[in-house]
């Protein structure tokens, strides 16, 4: 049965909005006309699949530690409190600051402390839903106690069909959990594919997931994702974004218990007429929570990029450090690189920084590769085979290896030999 | 030293408190309507075309919605827009009317007291009219034009250049306060600078008088021509202090090839302003404006002047302070537009949010496909100086040329408690030692003014700490 | 010694932001030979590296440099690196998002004779750094990025033993001061001779990197100038004495010309 086409707006909205001009605060998501729901997914859990927890469950629990943490502290008696929970008096009271509607929304999530009203995915809920129709329901893989597991999940779309998968990861205290996610396409007309995935990473567990996209410039794509740590929890992510007509990745972060600690690595490549979108939000509420957003990507051709990447040091958090850096590497005329890195503080015991170096390859660069013999040109070019082979060698699986070997040879030649 | 945290209580904030009663003003139920700006336009007897404007705007004010992104604009009161606009409105301040705690502001901060009334904005004004005119007539010899912008209109040889750029840089569309600014505008400076003509002293508004109104919706339009060279400091760091709450001025600057135009200005209002205002200017081949800006005071503040770097190897930069105390939420920043080749832009801020306070630093940098071979840096630090605060940092980028650099770099915290503890190991108080770290965070920015405004911001960051200890 | 040298440079006057560095040098190294470039730090022997190599950061004012029987003036950096030069930095500049040894394969490919596929490839550059006891993990890394100064040292000799030029110019000039680095260089340098029949200029203000090597020619440069040439008997005489006499007689040549 073919399906009508979908306009999912205000996806991957950044949560503290700029200058709508920028059109930058959101992206909007069409999904094509005419596609056949299908559900192509693999999912190779080995015994992790399971049935008897569930991603609510470990949320109720820790909402319930927390509660039973804080019930003896005082309410919270913060100017900006105050302003979130009364009608703006403007000026006639000169004590109260004047909230914009982010400000007044994030007081009142800190002033709450609901773990499961704060859970959010990257990309959002409208894109969660869909996700979640498409998939038809949500495998739970759990690591249990202690235990070291892995799961690999393969997505594929064939022409004129919109596929998707919906996993929650629950790993339990002190369990470590390897997860890759492929979402792989080389379909010529319009597809739609995507996954959504909710993690629950438990006191002291260990997380590593790894996402490849390497779907072709017929797909469009949304690969959106939320996280709970608890704490000492440490979870990586490395997303590797390759190809694909439209990709969306959205990732949001709710570092809640203390010490928790993840870190996100995001290589991106896009040429031709591609467009890559990415939301990362990371909430830091536990105290010395960690985080690090690192991105590199190279534009070329007349593609677009945007990326939003918002550290929150959230009122409580002390100690906790932030810091995201981006380079991007603009290797052709008419390309369109937005990046918006955001820090956002209610928190003084707090170190957060940000960088971004975008443009091309800098005079030093490029005299040191032409004294090894590189002209301009092929520096540029270097820039994006190596981005290739770094897929490829690092590549987790020998499916996903493909998957870059495929792409490589398109645009490298001897990739292959190469990188034998 | 005592394990307990000293909590860095607010400045005694009945310096800058007072209001007026209710039957100050003549409240009008009726909000803005055609005929009132029509009435104002008659008033000043301008020429038909402004009346037009006027009216265009007023419609586009009318149609815009509020920002949704920024500080809660809730507590405005638009309604008495009209009470401040209104050419009978009656302002009844005198010297006398302001409250005592004002005036020894003024005195503290080292301000001469002949300009202290003008400060305050309460009209009458002594011998700093005679301080403007000397300054007039050095500039006029030199061929440069300064006066007020209504002054302006009225001569046949200016009317014609202030329409062709009157509100150009800033269009009723860009936002709702440019419209109703649009609308509404009264007063403000008129510069021009002819060619190849420099100014070696900077000209300073604040020594000029505006009767008419206190600066509420002033409309500053500066002309540097091809190869002239202009300082301009507008306000200062003391309180301003105005009838109404809300500030909605103008500003254009339009920048000639290889000219050169430095604009500085302390904004500090009193603490009820919601300050809306907006500054932009355009440099041509070669040309370069200079933004040094700090903002103190106001409730509520929304402050990015932009840069539009139109023609090629212009350049741009911007080096601004923001200071938020109790009580207040201020979102300032800067916009660039990269339009041209090689063209250049630094950005470089600093934030401190204290008591409560809210600071935002909001930029975006755009670079449009013609910016083949241009640079900007952005470099943004927050300082955050208790953890009842708030400090956000927004920075927006937008590249679409190649062969381009961008930098950003941005950092948030506090004061490292060792760095404190130095400086109370050689003898310093807290309190001193607070105020000297805040100081050495502001120094960008003092560096940047004439030596008596510097002095006046840091007497004025030394009166933002004060107390501030417990 | 051949009639032609293989590096010819002529009345080389060069300058930075109208800034001129280098005052008329002269200088010529023939194929094979092992030459040494002194004089007391900013006395111009780095800048001296990269004017040869065509930094774009410099202007060349007047003068000709020739290599291998070719002007080589106006040619780009990389030109003159496939030409057969070598400059080899102090440290290698960060290439972020590159990993060495996608830079290496970049930088061999379309060299005749040295341009290797695939596997052939990867077992050269494992020698190479077997022989400088440098770890393969680095070849994974991103070029230059978080490299120890030992490490990047090495990343620079790997360079010099792949690229097999016919004339290397090392630029050591902080290298004594760093035992490791002094050791990566020394045994980069040995292996670079007994591979190749390529010359050799080196350029530091620390004699103790030249222990060990036979030095053909010593060129000590003073406020931009060679102000003296001779053979290696020079370098244990300026080890006792070190450069300040040159300096002298440079200043004093200066006021000399500026009083007349």
Not at chain 3, 205 to 211: A, K
């Given at each position: 049965m073919k399906m009508d086409g979908m306009t999912i707006r205000h996806?991957?909205?950044?949560?503290a909005p700029t200058w709508?001009?920028?059109?930058?605060n959101d992206v909007t998501v069409k999904i094509p006309d005419g596609l056949e729901r299908t559900c192509q997914v693999e999912i190779e859990a080995g015994d992790t699949l399971?049935?008897?927890?569930s991603f609510e469950s470990a949320i109720a629990r820790l909402q319930e530690r927390l509660d039973a943490e804080r019930s003896d502290a005082r309410a919270d008696s913060r100017a900006i409190c105050v302003a979130a929970t009364r009608k703006d008096k403007g000026a006639e009271d000169l004590d109260v600051p004047a909230l914009s509607s982010y400000e007044k929304r994030a007081a009142l999530s800190e002033m709450a402390g609901d773990v499961a009203a704060d859970f959010e995915t990257g990309i959002g809920i409208n894109a969660r839903a869909y996700l979640n129709f498409l998939a038809g329901g949500t495998a739970v893989l759990a690591a249990e106690a202690g235990e070291t597991e892995q799961a690999n999940i393969r997505v594929t779309a064939e022409n004129g069909t919109a596929s998707g998968a919906s996993v929650d990861i629950i790993a339990e205290d002190g369990a470590t959990f390897a997860v890759t996610i492929s979402l792989d396409s080389t379909a010529e007309q319009p597809t739609f594919m995507g996954s959504t995935l909710r993690v629950f990473a438990g006191r002291g567990a260990r997380v590593d997931l790894t996402v490849y996209v390497t779907a072709s410039d017929a797909v469009t794509l949304m690969e959106d994702s939320g996280f709970v740590l608890d704490e000492d929890a440490r979870v990586t992510v490395r997303h590797v974004v390759l190809a694909g007509g439209f990709t969306a990745t959205g990732l949001a972060a709710d570092l809640?218990?203390?010490r928790s600690r993840i870190d996100v690595e995001t290589s991106y490549l896009a040429a031709g007429t591609e467009q890559r979108d990415f939301n990362y939000v990371i909430r830091?509420?536990?105290?010395k929570t960690l985080s690090n957003m690192d991105a590199n990507g190279v534009l070329t051709g007349s593609s677009k990029k945007c990326l939003r990447g918002t550290i929150d040091l959230i009122?409580?958090?002390?100690?906790a450090e932030g810091a995201e850096r981006e380079t991007v590497l603009l290797?052709?005329?008419?390309v369109d690189n937005k990046t918006i890195p955001t820090i956002l503080c209610d928190e003084d015991d707090v170190a957060g920084n940000h960088g971004a170096t975008i443009g091309h390859v800098r005079p030093e660069q490029l005299f040191y590769a032409a004294c090894r013999g590189l002209s301009q040109e092929q520096t540029e070019a270097l820039f994006l085979s190596a981005k290739l082979e770094d897929a490829a060698l690092r590549a987790p699986n020998d499916a996903i290896r493909a998957h870059v070997v495929r792409l490589g040879n398109q645009i490298v030649p001897d990739f292959e030999e190469e990188i034998a | 030293m005592a394990k307990n945290r000293t909590e860095v209580a607010d400045i005694d904030r009945s310096l800058y408190d007072f209001s007026y009663g209710e039957e100050g003003f003549e409240r009008?139920?009726?909000?803005?309507?055609p005929d009132i700006v029509r009435e104002i336009s008659e008033r000043k007897n301008e020429p038909a075309w402004m009346l037009e404007r006027r009216l265009k705007s007023l419609e586009i004010y009318h149609n815009t919605p509020n920002?949704?992104?920024?500080?809660?604009?809730?507590?405005?009161?638009?309604?008495?827009i009209v009470t401040y606009v209104?050419?009978?409105?009656?302002?009844?301040?005198?010297w006398d009317s302001v409250p005592d705690d004002i005036k020894n502001t003024f005195e503290r901060l080292g301000i001469p007291e002949a300009e202290r009334s003008y400060l305050a904005g309460v009209g009458a004004q002594y011998d700093s009219e005679l301080v403007y005119h000397n300054m007039q007539d050095t500039a006029s010899k030199m061929g440069i034009v300064y006066s007020g912008i209504e002054e302006a209109l009225h001569e046949p040889k200016w009317e014609a250049l202030i329409r062709e750029k009157?509100?150009?840089?800033?269009?009723?569309?860009?936002h709702k306060f440019a419209a109703l600014h649009g609308a509404v505008w009264s007063g403000g400076s008129f510069v021009y600078v002819p060619k190849g003509v420099k100014l070696d002293f900077p000209l300073q508004?604040?020594?000029?008088?505006?009767?008419?109104?206190?600066?509420?919706f002033e409309h500053t339009l500066i002309i540097v021509e091809d190869d002239a060279d202009l300082h301009f400091i507008e306000g200062c760091s003391a309180p301003k202090y105005?009838?109404?709450?809300l500030h909605a001025g103008a500003v254009e600057l339009f920048v000639g090839k290889r000219a050169h135009l430095r604009y500085s200005t302390i904004e500090n209002w009193s603490k009820n302003m919601y300050n809306l205002n907006t500054k932009r200017a355009r440099c041509e081949e070669e040309g370069e404006i200079e933004w040094i800006s700090g903002s103190f005071g106001s409730h509520v503040g929304y402050l990015y002047p932009m840069s539009v770097?139109?023609?090629?190897k212009s350049r741009s930069s911007f080096t601004g302070i923001t200071f938020a105390g109790a009580g207040q939420n201020l979102d300032t920043g800067c916009k660039v537009v990269l339009?041209?080749?090689?063209t250049t832009a630094t950005v470089e801020t600093k934030s401190i949010s204290k008591g409560g306070g809210i600071s935002t630093f909001r930029s975006s940098i755009v670079a449009t496909p013609?910016?083949?071979g241009s640079a900007a840096s952005v470099s943004c630090q927050s300082l955050m100086l208790d953890d009842i605060s708030r400090s956000d940092t927004i920075p927006a980028m937008d590249i679409r040329a190649k062969n381009v650099d961008i930098g950003h770099e941005a950092t948030i915290g506090r004061i490292g408690d060792d760095k404190v503890f130095y400086l109370m190991s050689r003898g310093m108080s807290e309190e001193e030692a607070r105020t000297m770290i805040v100081n050495g965070f502001a120094n960008p920015v003092s560096k940047e003014l004439p030596l008596e405004y510097a002095v006046e911001m840091n007497n004025l960051i030394k009166l933002e700490m004060e107390g501030a200890i417990g | 010694m051949s009639a032609t040298p293989l590096l010819s440079i002529t009345g080389l006057t060069a300058s930075v932001d109208e800034k001129t560095?280098?005052?008329g040098i002269d200088l010529d190294v023939a194929a094979g030979e092992t030459h040494v470039l002194m004089g007391p730090n900013g006395a111009g022997k780095s800048t001296m590296g990269h004017v040869i190599m065509g930094?774009?950061?410099?202007?060349?004012?007047e003068g000709t440099i020739t290599f291998d029987g070719q002007?080589?003036?106006?040619?780009s950096p990389d030109k003159r690196s496939r030409a057969g030069l070598f400059l080899s930095f102090q440290a290698p500049v960060e290439i972020p998002g590159v990993p060495l040894s996608s830079f290496l394969r970049a930088s061999i490919a379309g060299r005749p004779g040295l341009e290797m596929k695939g596997k052939e490839f990867r077992r050269r550059v494992k020698e190479l750094a077997a022989e400088l006891d440098m770890?393969?993990?680095?070849?994974?890394?991103?070029?230059?990025?978080?490299?120890?100064g030992g490490e990047k040292k090495k990343v620079e000799m790997l360079q010099l033993l792949l690229l097999q030029p016919k004339l290397a110019i090392l630029d050591?000039?902080?290298?004594?001061?760093d035992v490791d680095a002094l050791g990566v260089v020394s045994r980069g340098m040995d292996a670079y001779r007994r591979s190749t029949d390529g010359s050799l200029v080196i350029i530091t203000?620390?004699?103790?990197?030249?222990?060990h090597l036979e030095v053909d020619r010593v060129h000590v440069m003073v406020n931009g100038r060679i102000v003296r040439e001779d053979d290696a008997s020079l370098i244990p005489w300026i080890d006792a004495n070190g450069f300040d006499s040159f300096e002298r007689e440079a200043a004093e040549q200066l006021a000399a010309g500026e009083s007349r």
């Open positions: 996806a991957s909205a950044m949560p709508s001009w920028l059109k930058m399971d049935n008897t927890t809640r218990g203390d830091h509420r536990g105290r009122h409580g958090a002390k100690g290797a052709n005329h008419g | 009008l139920d009726a909000g803005l309507t920002p949704t992104w920024g500080p809660g604009i809730d507590g405005l009161d638009m309604d008495h209104k050419p009978n409105t009656d302002q009844k301040a005198d009157f509100m150009t840089l800033i269009p009723p569309t860009d508004s604040y020594f000029r008088l505006n009767a008419a109104g206190a600066g509420q105005n009838v109404a709450n770097l139109a023609g090629r339009g041209a080749p090689d013609a910016a083949e | 560095i280098l005052h930094d774009p950061v410099y202007t060349v004012n002007d080589i003036t106006d040619l770890d393969t993990a680095y070849l994974n890394r991103e070029l230059g990025v978080g490299f120890s050591e000039t902080d290298s004594g001061l203000h620390n004699t103790r990197i030249l222990e």
